[in-house]
């Protein structure tokens, strides 16, 4: 826990050295002008995150039986990336475009508990199916009864 605040206090000096180099680099209106643009880009994305959740429901709903972690925390990761986007800075888009990349997670089964039957693989999932044969000590080893 110590570690958090420590990276909290150099969090702000790494974005300003990144964006001197960068302006050092490219030059100083070219980083202001991304700056801006990269603002404004978050301010749209926290804008028209409410229709991205509402289509991401509605996705969520037609399929059905298989959901993946990465589909349930879209709107999540979107808000995110858009208040990223509105920090200045170079590392916070970087963080951003990362929590924007589509990487899919692992499948989550929702059972279905209601009238209608439960398809799939996760209806049945605590069952074992198997063949087995009794064995008595008393019958010599090639011989099994049935």
Avoid: C, H
Avoid at 65 to 86: E, H, M, N, Q
Avoid at 104 to 116: F, L, Q
């Amino acid at each position: 826990m110590r570690v958090l605040p420590l990276l909290l206090l150099i969090y702000p000096f790494a974005e300003i050295a990144a964006l001197v180099a960068l302006a050092d680099r490219i030059g100083g209106l070219a980083v202001f002008l991304l700056v801006v643009l990269s603002s404004m880009l978050g301010l749209w994305m926290l804008r028209n995150q409410k229709l991205g959740a509402l289509l991401t429901l509605g996705s969520v709903m037609r399929q059905g039986d298989k959901v993946s972690l990465y589909s349930l925390l879209w709107p999540l990761r979107y808000a995110l990336a858009g208040l990223l986007f509105l920090l200045p800075g170079l590392l916070s888009d970087l963080a951003a475009i990362l929590l924007l990349l589509p990487l899919k997670g692992p499948d989550i089964s929702m059972r279905t508990t209601g009238a209608g039957p439960a398809a799939g693989p996760a209806a049945s999932s605590d069952v074992i199916e198997g063949e087995f044969s009794r064995v008595d000590e008393t019958t010599p080893p090639g011989r099994r009864l049935q």
